[in-house]
């Protein structure tokens, strides 16, 4: 697979998906937790707006965990700002 910004980087690595029931005691029911965790280390993200498979050479700040066009769609700079990503100029 290739990046959808660029179409040139060959997006490498693994994301698994894990599993694991819990049994509430507050709710008495179990709730299913379903995580996604790299299995092997990644030269891209998966914006956690578009969708969109996104190499890291493409990405300013990839880990938001979003692409830079949705950082500018949604002004997300006092965001990025705020969890330290980005600093203040």
């Known amino acids: 697979m290739k990046c959808e910004v660029c179409n040139e ?3 490498e690595g693994e994301l698994g998906v894990f599993t694991a029931s819990v049994l ?3 709710l008495d029911e179990e709730a299913t937790l379903i995580l996604l965790r790299e299995t092997s280390r990644r030269n891209y993200i998966v914006c956690d707006s578009c969708n969109k498979a996104v190499c890291h ?3 300013e700040h990839p ?3 979003y692409c830079d066009s949705c950082i500018v769609k949604y ?3 006092d965001y990025l700002k705020e969890v330290g990503l980005i600093r203040e100029l």
Request: glycine share 6%; hydrophobic share 15%.
């Open 75 to 77: 002004n997300l700079d």
């Open 63 to 65: 880990r938001s965990g």
């Open 57 to 59: 050479n493409c990405c």
């Open 9 to 11: 980087t060959e997006l």
């Open 24 to 26: 509430s005691e507050t």
